[in-house]
């Protein structure tokens, strides 16, 4: 579980470097672009020639909390970039106290990651194999 979190945080770290240094610059639709451009990457592509391989084990705690989980920080960030159609605001910005939200969710799923993990996670739970 570490390992895998260290491999996540490596790979994401270039992207974190390119989203902070275009925000500074003020072009911070590069910013937002990169999180969401990666996120469809890695849920869509990678996951997606996962499958061409084998098969992919998806569990009941999976579909009961990580998808919903995941898809509910995806909500979250387009609530909070549309300031122009929620509160007629000039801009669609992303505020300080916004993202500190964001932060907090991601801090409550990396909490939520390590819980499963230490309490050896879903392992009763009943498994559904999809075919490819």
């Given at each position: 579980?570490?390992?895998?979190?260290?491999?996540?945080?490596?790979?994401?770290?270039?992207?974190?470097?390119?989203?902070?240094?275009?925000?500074?610059?003020?072009?911070?639709?590069?910013?937002?672009?990169?999180?969401?451009?990666?996120?469809?990457?890695?849920?869509?592509?990678?996951?997606?020639?996962?499958?061409?391989?084998?098969?992919?084990?998806?569990?009941?705690?999976?579909?009961?909390?990580?998808?919903?989980?995941?898809?509910?920080?995806?909500?979250?960030?387009?609530?909070?970039?549309?300031?122009?159609?929620?509160?007629?605001g000039?801009?669609?910005?992303?505020?300080?106290?916004?993202?500190?939200?964001?932060?907090?969710?991601?801090?409550?799923?990396?909490?939520?990651?390590?819980?499963?993990?230490?309490?050896g996670?879903?392992?009763?739970?009943?498994?559904?194999?999809?075919?490819?």
């Open positions: 579980m570490i390992g895998l979190t260290i491999v996540a945080f490596g790979t994401s770290a270039p992207e974190l470097t390119v989203s902070i240094s275009s925000a500074l610059k003020g072009s911070s639709d590069l910013a937002i672009g990169n999180v969401v451009e990666s996120n469809l990457f890695n849920t869509l592509v990678i996951v997606g020639f996962t499958a061409l391989v084998a098969p992919i084990v998806i569990t009941r705690n999976t579909l009961l909390k990580e998808i919903p989980l995941s898809l509910l920080a995806s909500v979250i960030l387009l609530i909070c970039a549309s300031d122009i159609w929620l509160d007629r000039e801009a669609d910005i992303l505020s300080c106290s916004e993202g500190l939200l964001l932060l907090c969710f991601f801090v409550i799923f990396l909490g939520y990651t390590f819980s499963m993990a230490s309490s996670g879903d392992s009763g739970a009943t498994t559904k194999q999809f075919p490819v």
